[in-house]
């Protein structure tokens, strides 16, 4: 094919066409040679699955595309993916949206959601009080509140909580 300077070429839809392009000179010199012209606008196919994350110690947790991406594809090659919001905390407790954005080799994107459910199964942890042996006075009362002689619970600490209140009741 013959062409001039200027000229463009139509394709279709994620065609690749290789086309000869072919140069003469004032001499009636030429030279060829081949441009492949690949076209694609043809977004990826974003797929999510929804997942179930722990908080850890700190109280945090996060995520990656990974985690929430469900085998999506494209025509030509997927170049990069990502999700947003990738971290969370114990606010974030519960069930979250996150998106899911893919994006081809060709810039073309597409995205998806998927429910992060973010769920605090560390236990609080405390001192309990030491063992006590209670005595009824001389007439018959006991000292059992929780400050008298049975203790109390110290050192209370819990990943997400910061005003614990630990209680105690007879077994």
Known sequence: MNTTAGKSVKASPAATTTY?????????CTGTAAVTVTVDNIPPVANCKNVTI??????????????VNNNST????IASMTVVPDAFTCANSGTNTVVL????VHGNVAS?????????TIK???TRP???TLYKDALCAVDDTPSGPAGDVTDEHDNCSTNLQATHTDV
């Open 112 to 120: 998806c959601s998927a429910v992060v459910t973010v769920l605090d």
């Open 20 to 28: 000869v392009v072919t140069g003469t000179d004032l001499y009636l």
């Open 74 to 77: 494209d025509n030509c090659g």
């Open 101 to 104: 954005t893919v994006t081809d």
């Open 130 to 132: 030491p063992n006590a």
């Open 124 to 126: 609080p942890t405390f």
């Open 54 to 67: 722990y908080l850890n110690s700190a109280g945090t947790a996060g995520i990656t595309t990974a985690d």
